[in-house]
């Protein structure tokens, strides 16, 4: 690709931003798109895994993603990042680091359809009191005030949010 991206999806746990991100991720791949796929989780237990929750150390959270994400793309990879990155500063850094490299991608989910996907049990032990500092609950979520694309998983199915994506994103290159 002659001038690869990062996407960048953000959203609540649960809302849908690393099952977008590896479907995207087959179908890039499957057009022979060179592509990578960076996720939160997975830095957390690895590179990231020195951080807490504070403010302070989710921003120094974003910030490492996005020098990792810099990387790949100055490596002509697109990429694609699935990161909460609650705060509107931490969106901003990112804006920062990546500069007209990167587009957002707020996924959209209602904090109760979240709950009820709750795949990892984290909103579990939200209510149980065993997990505090959860963004969306006890940790602010700064819903966006720019945004290159929102797809609304709790009125799309998955493959409509996918060919949003691939058209809003894709279809010019």
Known sequence: MENPIVIWFFGLSGSGKSTLSNLLLKQLKNQGISSVSIDGDQLRTGI?????????????????????????LENHQVVLASFISPEESHREKVREILGSNVRFVFVDAALQTCQSRDVKGLYQNVSKGTLSNFTGISAPFDRPSQVDLIVDTNEQTTNQCLEQILHTFFDER
Do not use: P, T
Not at 49 to 70: H, T
């Open 48 to 72: 990231n895994q020195d951080l807490g929750f504070s403010s302070e150390d989710r921003m120094e959270n974003i910030r490492r993603s996005a020098e990792i994400a810099k990387l790949f």
